[in-house]
């Protein structure tokens, strides 16, 4: 079978066969691999209790399907085009051969420092071709990467770090954003004050920002890979057997290790990456998430490569030196595909088309949009002005725990309508559901996302608790996945996401749990209790409200802002700083004492008429105090 789709008439056949023969679909598509030994069995499942396995008894390596499997074909193509921060610096480029080369002695390198299959190693990386070298690297010797965000503070490294048990991290001294240098290196030392599963530190020199290396612990990258040979036989791995853990926030506790095994998520994140982006072999395709994100795994490092396509990494930000580096890449690199976030394009957006007019952008043939619904306008602004009219948008829709695109357009084939996500790729079985679980039928219906069959590329546990998981996403809803979004069906079929319906919430793409954030508020000696919501942001999608109780109305608001905004910043990082505090007196709680959040959302977005039935609280009057504050 071709894996790729060319029309609409071979989606729907596609589609009618995933439904119909699940497995003989997948095992069709798992055909174009090289494994050490086929599967017995291509599916069983069990969403009640959460068991989901396939291609069991299959065996593989994915690096050999990243790399090896392209040695003879395309080893001389560009596999990584990197884009440094600065533009005035050297661009690299890494061919297969070269790729093949550098992740086997970063794997010979890993082995030298102990580290075995089955290991965690923690990824702690600027946007350099390293740390793509260095996933790969892990995956051929069957250890299991945990990238953490390079964003991200010391606390929020040592608790990915304790929860997943790293033996070693792997870091740089130092990060380029923009104008700014930041030292990654120093966060590393002050998270492993508390981190004791770590022993072994290995530093890749980037920045050249002087570092402090602790003996025995510390050990230089390129120094450790100086004697390791470029040689590196790929460690056999069961279709089952881990690949990475990546954290990501829930509505509850703190952030969950998402689980992805093997062979079940090389076929989606490679099967997904080719529909959707129609990529044609010369194309250069340009993902511009941090590979800290399931975006970066999916599509910048595993999807492309294991299509032995050309990816561009950029270290940079969109708007260093100025709002228009986004698009003289694009030109520079000669950028087929694009694929960046709404809340990028929106900023961009807001900065001016002036920014956009010096490049001719003619290269591009299909644009890709993630992370977050895309208004209308910015839907509007990304077609006219970055793809001249002529390009597709893929609006794609997809979770950290999905592994890859579930909802898109398929580039130039799938009709797309601005805002919508559209239809469900092969293999997505998708379902709506009332409050009830009801499922809601037909079209024009508005309800929770579910999925109710598994696709290859799903979850399959957080790391080290299985139950929080089942409970997390298979509990609400009997035998369904359940996403956390709502999503609209309207009359042509088409998905449009609306957004999370949990208490979860996406500022710039990032997604964040409130009770996370509060928990970070919290930790200010002076808060006594904290409520977090979201709010609609004309950049961000969302931005962070935080309704801040205090031992004391503080006499200097602004400082104690300040004070609260930096405990934020070292508990999670900058991502998570709010966009506004309001010091309340009380908050609207129920009798039960929970904290009645639809309440505070209305006031946050600045609804100061109706705000619903507040009769069940336990102090109405709180509510006008509130909407009173916010209003000053
Ligand atoms: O709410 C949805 C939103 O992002 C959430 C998943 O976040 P994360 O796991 O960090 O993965 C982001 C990158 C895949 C979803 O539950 N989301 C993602 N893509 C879209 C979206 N919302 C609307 N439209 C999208 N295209």
């Known amino acids: 079978m071709n894996p790729r789709i060319k029309s609409m008439a071979e989606y729907e056949a596609a589609y009618q066969q995933s439904v119909e023969q699940p497995e003989q679909f997948?095992?069709?598509?798992?055909?174009?691999?090289?494994?050490?030994?086929?599967?017995?069995?291509?599916?069983?499942?069990?969403?009640?209790?959460?068991?989901?396995?396939?291609?069991?008894?299959?065996?593989?390596?994915?690096?050999?399907?990243?790399?090896?499997?392209?040695?003879?074909?395309?080893?001389?193509?560009?596999?990584?085009?990197?884009?440094?921060?600065?533009?005035t610096h050297t661009v690299r480029t890494l061919t297969y051969r070269e790729l093949h080369r550098e992740v086997c002695k970063a794997a010979n390198m890993l082995k030298a420092q102990g580290v075995q299959k089955g290991d965690r190693v923690c990824i702690y990386l600027p946007m350099v071709p390293e740390a793509a070298v260095i996933m790969l690297a892990c995956a051929r010797i069957g250890a299991i990467h945990s990238i953490v965000f390079a964003g991200f503070s010391a606390q929020s490294l040592t608790d990915r770090l304790t929860d997943a048990e790293c033996k070693i991290v792997i870091t740089a001294d130092g990060a380029f954003r923009g104008a700014k240098a930041i030292g990654l290196k120093e966060i590393v030392d002050e998270a492993l004050l508390t981190s004791p599963t770590v022993t072994r530190v290995v530093v890749l020199q980037h920045t050249m920002t002087p570092v402090t290396m602790v003996e025995g612990r510390d050990i230089w990258w390129h120094e450790a890979v100086s004697t390791c040979s470029d040689v590196c036989e790929a460690t056999v791995m069961d279709a089952e057997d881990m690949l990475f853990i990546?954290?990501?926030?829930?509505?509850?506790?703190?952030?969950?290790?998402?689980?992805?095994?093997?062979a079940g998520y090389m076929v989606w994140a490679w099967y997904t990456f080719n529909n959707v982006f129609q990529y044609d072999p010369g194309d250069i395709y340009w993902c511009t998430a941090d590979v800290g994100w399931i975006t970066g795994h999916s599509y910048i490092v595993y999807g492309p490569l294991l299509s032995g396509a050309t990816t561009l990494m950029f270290e940079g930000v969109p708007t260093y030196p100025d709002a228009g580096r986004f698009w003289q890449v694009i030109d520079k690199h000669k950028v087929n595909i694009f694929y960046t976030a709404p809340t990028a394009i929106r900023s961009l957006m807001a900065q001016g088309d002036e920014f956009v007019y010096p490049y001719s952008l003619e290269s591009l043939k299909t644009l890709g949009s993630v992370g977050e619904p895309i208004n209308e306008e910015a839907w509007q602004w990304y077609f006219d002005n970055v793809g001249k009219g002529k390009c597709w948008i893929v609006d794609t829709w997809w979770q950290t725990e999905t592994g890859g695109i579930m909802i898109s357009p398929l580039a130039h084939i799938t009709p797309t309508k601005p805002t919508f996500a559209t239809l469900p790729l092969p293999g997505v079985q998708l379902m709506l559901v009332d409050a009830n679980g009801n499922e809601l039928e037909?079209?024009?219906?508005?309800?929770?996302?579910?999925?109710?069959?598994?696709?290859?590329?799903?979850?399959?546990?957080?790391?080290?608790?299985?139950?929080?998981?089942?409970?997390?996403?298979?509990?609400t809803y009997s035998n369904l996945y359940f996403t956390g979004d709502g999503c609209r069906r309207d009359y042509d079929g088409y998905y449009r996401i609306i957004g999370r319906v949990d208490d979860v919430i996406n500022v710039s793409g990032h997604r964040m749990g409130t009770a996370e954030v509060e928990n970070a508020i919290n930790e200010h000696p002076h808060v006594i209790e904290s409520a977090v919501v979201g709010f609609?942001?004309?950049?961000?999608?969302?931005?962070?409200?935080?309704y801040v109780i205090c031992d004391h109305m503080p006499d200097h608001a602004d400082q104690r802002k300040r004070e609260i905004l930096e405990v934020v910043s070292k508990q999670i990082g900058p991502i998570a700083k709010p966009d506004k505090i309001q010091f309340v007196a009380g908050l609207p709680k129920t009798r039960s004492g929970k904290i009645m959040r639809r309440i505070l959302r209305k006031i946050a977005e600045g609804e100061t008429g109706n705000l619903g039935d507040t009769s069940t609280l336990l102090d109405p009057s709180v509510v006008e105090s509130i909407k009173n504050g916010a209003l000053s």
């Open 536 to 546: 609609p942001h004309p950049i961000k999608g969302q931005g962070i409200y935080a």
């Open 442 to 475: 037909g079209n024009n219906v508005e309800g929770n996302l579910c999925v109710k069959f598994p696709w290859p590329g799903m979850l399959r546990t957080t790391y080290g608790d299985h139950e929080r998981c089942r409970m997390n996403y298979f509990a």
């Open 246 to 262: 990546l954290y990501t926030s829930g509505s509850t506790g703190k952030p969950k290790g998402v689980v992805h095994t093997t």
């Open 26 to 87: 997948w095992a069709a598509m798992a055909h174009e691999f090289t494994w050490k030994k086929k599967w017995d069995k291509t599916l069983s499942w069990n969403f009640n209790e959460f068991d989901v396995k396939w291609f069991e008894g299959g065996q593989l390596n994915i690096t050999e399907n990243c790399l090896d499997r392209h040695l003879e074909t395309r080893g001389d193509q560009t596999a990584i085009i990197w884009e440094p921060n600065d533009p």
